[in-house]
Protein backbone atom coordinates (compact mmCIF):
# COMPACT_ATOMS: atom_id res chain seq x y z
CA UNK A 1 0.00 0.00 0.00
CA UNK A 2 1.47 3.34 -1.01
CA UNK A 3 1.94 6.14 1.64
CA UNK A 4 -1.36 7.98 0.42
CA UNK A 5 -3.39 4.88 0.72
CA UNK A 6 -2.17 4.67 4.01
CA UNK A 7 -2.53 8.36 5.51
CA UNK A 8 -6.24 8.24 3.60
CA UNK A 9 -6.75 5.35 5.87
CA UNK A 10 -5.30 6.74 8.85
CA UNK A 11 -8.16 9.83 8.50
CA UNK A 12 -10.98 7.85 7.70
CA UNK A 13 -10.19 5.33 10.86
CA UNK A 14 -9.55 8.80 12.90
CA UNK A 15 -12.81 10.37 11.57
CA UNK A 16 -15.09 7.07 12.23
CA UNK A 17 -13.36 6.96 16.10
CA UNK A 18 -14.18 11.05 16.80
CA UNK A 19 -17.56 10.31 15.06
CA UNK A 20 -18.13 7.05 17.66
CA UNK A 21 -16.90 9.41 20.43
CA UNK A 22 -19.55 11.70 19.74
CA UNK A 23 -22.13 9.44 19.05
CA UNK A 24 -21.64 8.25 22.62
CA UNK A 25 -21.18 11.47 24.49
CA UNK A 26 -24.28 12.84 23.13
CA UNK A 27 -25.11 16.27 22.14
CA UNK A 28 -22.96 19.09 23.68
CA UNK A 29 -22.96 19.66 27.08
CA UNK A 30 -24.44 22.96 27.44
CA UNK A 31 -23.91 25.91 30.35
CA UNK A 32 -27.66 24.71 31.89
CA UNK A 33 -26.77 21.32 32.60
CA UNK A 34 -23.01 21.35 33.46
CA UNK A 35 -22.28 19.60 36.87
CA UNK A 36 -21.59 23.64 39.07
CA UNK A 37 -19.62 21.30 41.37
CA UNK A 38 -18.52 18.08 42.85
CA UNK A 39 -19.90 18.62 46.60
CA UNK A 40 -18.30 15.18 47.78
CA UNK A 41 -18.40 11.63 48.08
CA UNK A 42 -21.51 9.27 49.82
CA UNK A 43 -20.60 6.84 52.67
CA UNK A 44 -23.14 4.10 53.38
CA UNK A 45 -22.80 3.34 57.43
CA UNK A 46 -24.37 1.05 59.58
CA UNK A 47 -24.17 3.18 63.03
CA UNK A 48 -24.77 6.68 61.89
CA UNK A 49 -23.75 8.57 65.06
CA UNK A 50 -20.59 6.64 65.56
CA UNK A 51 -19.55 7.73 62.12
CA UNK A 52 -19.90 10.76 62.90
CA UNK A 53 -18.18 11.04 65.78
CA UNK A 54 -15.48 9.06 64.26
CA UNK A 55 -15.19 11.98 61.64
CA UNK A 56 -16.18 14.84 63.91
CA UNK A 57 -13.72 13.94 67.15
CA UNK A 58 -11.35 12.21 65.28
CA UNK A 59 -10.39 13.70 61.51
CA UNK A 60 -12.27 17.29 62.70
CA UNK A 61 -15.07 17.24 60.31
CA UNK A 62 -17.88 19.48 61.09
CA UNK A 63 -21.90 18.78 61.22
CA UNK A 64 -22.94 20.87 58.27
CA UNK A 65 -25.99 19.36 57.93
CA UNK A 66 -28.78 16.87 59.64
CA UNK A 67 -31.19 14.82 57.22
CA UNK A 68 -33.70 13.41 59.71
CA UNK A 69 -35.38 10.14 59.32
CA UNK A 70 -38.72 9.98 59.69
CA UNK A 71 -38.93 8.88 62.93
CA UNK A 72 -36.40 11.98 63.50
CA UNK A 73 -33.42 10.11 63.81
CA UNK A 74 -30.35 10.99 61.97
CA UNK A 75 -30.94 9.53 58.31
CA UNK A 76 -27.77 11.55 56.40
CA UNK A 77 -25.25 13.78 57.95
CA UNK A 78 -23.14 16.32 55.74
CA UNK A 79 -20.01 16.64 57.01
CA UNK A 80 -17.61 19.45 55.89
CA UNK A 81 -13.91 20.85 57.07
CA UNK A 82 -14.91 24.47 57.16
CA UNK A 83 -18.40 24.07 57.85
CA UNK A 84 -19.66 25.91 54.49
CA UNK A 85 -22.71 23.73 52.37
CA UNK A 86 -21.52 25.43 49.25
CA UNK A 87 -18.12 25.96 49.22
CA UNK A 88 -16.71 22.55 51.30
CA UNK A 89 -16.41 19.09 49.38
CA UNK A 90 -18.71 17.16 51.27
CA UNK A 91 -18.83 13.66 52.91
CA UNK A 92 -22.24 12.44 53.20
CA UNK A 93 -22.92 9.92 55.83
CA UNK A 94 -26.23 7.78 54.99
CA UNK A 95 -27.50 5.14 57.82
CA UNK A 96 -28.60 2.19 55.89
CA UNK A 97 -29.26 -1.10 57.80
CA UNK A 98 -26.52 -3.78 58.08
CA UNK A 99 -26.92 -6.29 54.98
CA UNK A 100 -23.89 -7.63 52.58
CA UNK A 101 -22.04 -4.87 50.82
CA UNK A 102 -24.33 -2.21 52.15
CA UNK A 103 -21.17 -0.23 53.54
CA UNK A 104 -18.51 1.55 52.34
CA UNK A 105 -17.89 3.66 49.43
CA UNK A 106 -21.69 4.62 48.51
CA UNK A 107 -21.86 7.35 45.59
CA UNK A 108 -20.46 10.35 43.92
CA UNK A 109 -22.17 13.08 44.37
CA UNK A 110 -22.43 16.79 41.80
CA UNK A 111 -24.32 19.23 42.26
CA UNK A 112 -26.25 20.20 39.09
CA UNK A 113 -28.95 22.74 37.81
CA UNK A 114 -31.30 20.63 36.31
CA UNK A 115 -31.39 17.26 37.57
CA UNK A 116 -33.09 15.56 35.48
CA UNK A 117 -31.56 16.69 31.88
CA UNK A 118 -28.71 15.68 33.39
CA UNK A 119 -30.14 12.33 34.34
CA UNK A 120 -31.25 11.88 30.93
CA UNK A 121 -27.99 12.80 29.08
CA UNK A 122 -26.28 9.88 31.44
CA UNK A 123 -28.83 7.38 29.97
CA UNK A 124 -28.40 8.48 26.69
CA UNK A 125 -24.69 7.87 26.90
CA UNK A 126 -25.07 4.17 28.44
CA UNK A 127 -26.07 4.60 31.88
CA UNK A 128 -28.82 4.19 33.86
CA UNK A 129 -31.46 5.93 35.74
CA UNK A 130 -34.25 4.86 38.24
CA UNK A 131 -36.96 6.98 36.65
CA UNK A 132 -35.38 10.43 35.94
CA UNK A 133 -37.46 13.30 37.81
CA UNK A 134 -37.03 17.21 38.37
CA UNK A 135 -34.54 17.81 41.35
CA UNK A 136 -32.43 14.57 42.82
CA UNK A 137 -31.35 12.12 41.07
CA UNK A 138 -29.52 8.45 41.57
CA UNK A 139 -28.27 7.63 38.24
CA UNK A 140 -25.39 5.00 37.53
CA UNK A 141 -22.51 4.89 35.39
CA UNK A 142 -22.04 2.43 31.99
CA UNK A 143 -20.17 0.16 35.06
CA UNK A 144 -22.84 0.73 37.95
CA UNK A 145 -21.06 3.29 39.61
CA UNK A 146 -23.61 5.19 42.00
CA UNK A 147 -23.67 9.01 41.44
CA UNK A 148 -26.35 11.65 43.19
CA UNK A 149 -27.33 14.48 41.14
CA UNK A 150 -28.17 16.68 43.85
CA UNK A 151 -30.49 19.52 42.38
CA UNK A 152 -30.78 22.52 45.25
CA UNK A 153 -34.10 22.91 46.43
CA UNK A 154 -36.28 26.20 44.18
CA UNK A 155 -35.56 28.94 46.50
CA UNK A 156 -38.82 29.64 48.86
CA UNK A 157 -40.35 33.23 47.05
CA UNK A 158 -40.19 36.50 48.49
CA UNK A 159 -42.82 37.01 51.50
Known amino acids: MNRSRLTAAAALCAATL ?12 TDDIRPMRMSGIG ?10 AFYTDVLGFKVIARVPAKDGTAREYLLGLTG ?18 STGFGRIVLV ?3 GRKMAERIVAAGG ?3 NPVDGTNIVFDPEGNMIELYQR ?3 APAA
Do not use: C, F, W, Y
Open 18 to 29: TAQAHAQAGPPL
Open 43 to 52: LNVTDIEKQK
Open 84 to 101: SLTADTLIVLTAHAPTAG
Open 112 to 114: VPQ
Open 128 to 130: KAR
Open 153 to 155: PAA
